[in-house]
Nanobody, 114 residues
Framework: QVQFVESGGGLVQPGGSLRLSCTVS????????MGWYRQAPGKQRELVAAIIRGGSTNYSDAVKGRFTISRDNAKNTVYLQMNSLKPEDTAVYYCNKDPPQYFWGQGTQVTVSS
């Protein structure tokens, strides 16, 4: 059974930074492609960044150049470094396989506001 625990969210001013962590229990190494997703109020969940086991990454146009996804296979953890945050980045952030396959975790709230 694969489970995800997201952490690192919070309240930050526009232009600020946060680093999110996703700890994966279960067969993390077997997950070839991991993603960070977000869901803003009233909107559908969307994929913002993905990383394959070998390290190649992809980003949505909305976050490209500002967010960086990374993974530490030894720690069963995926990270999302978020810089130059904007109010429109406000959302609950989740991690899961890309495409999503397992149950969603609780997520971590990111609020960008002055």
């Amino acid at each position: 059974q694969v489970q995800f625990v997201e952490s690192g969210g919070g309240l930050v001013q526009p232009g600020g930074s946060l680093r999110l962590s996703c700890t994966v229990s279960g067969s993390f190494f077997t997950i070839y492609r991991m993603g960070w997703y977000r869901q803003a109020p009233g909107k559908q969940r969307e994929l913002v960044a993905a990383i394959i086991r070998g390290g190649s990454t992809n980003y949505s146009d909305a976050v490209k150049g500002r967010f960086t996804i990374s993974r530490d296979n030894a720690k069963n953890t995926v990270y999302l470094q978020m810089n130059s945050l904007k109010p429109e980045d406000t959302a609950v952030y989740y991690c899961n396989k890309d495409p999503p396959q397992y149950f969603w975790g609780q997520g971590t709230q990111v609020t960008v506001s002055s």
